[in-house]
Nanobody, 114 residues
């Protein structure tokens, strides 16, 4: 069992930056693939990025070059650095721990608006 708590969301102007954090409580954080997904208003949840236990990353095409995922296994935390934010990045962002079972956080709202 893994409990995930996201933080760092908020409102930012277009072109701005935010860093999301996801703190994991529970055992064996380092064995999970950690990821961020997002759900824009009125749309389905979509992949943002994942990072595996070895640090290998995968990004959705629209986030490449703007977003960066990283993990700190000593702090049981995964991060999402988001730069050059656009209004279409507005969404609820969810953290997930993927293994034999998947565990989701409650989500954090990111709003990009002028």
């Amino acid at each position: 069992q893994v409990q995930l708590v996201e933080s760092g969301g908020g409102e930012v102007q277009p072109g701005g930056s935010l860093t999301l954090s996801c703190a994991a409580a529970g055992s064996r954080f380092r064995i999970y693939i950690m990821g961020w997904y997002r759900q824009p208003p009125g749309k389905q949840r979509e992949l943002v990025a994942t990072v595996d236990p070895g640090g290998r990353t995968v990004y959705a095409d629209s986030m490449k070059g703007r977003f960066s995922i990283s993990r700190d296994n000593t702090k049981n935390t995964v991060y999402l650095q988001m730069n050059s934010l656009k209004p279409e990045d507005t969404a609820i962002y969810y953290c997930v721990a993927e293994g034999f079972h998947s565990f989701w956080g409650q989500g954090t709202q990111v709003t990009v608006s002028s």
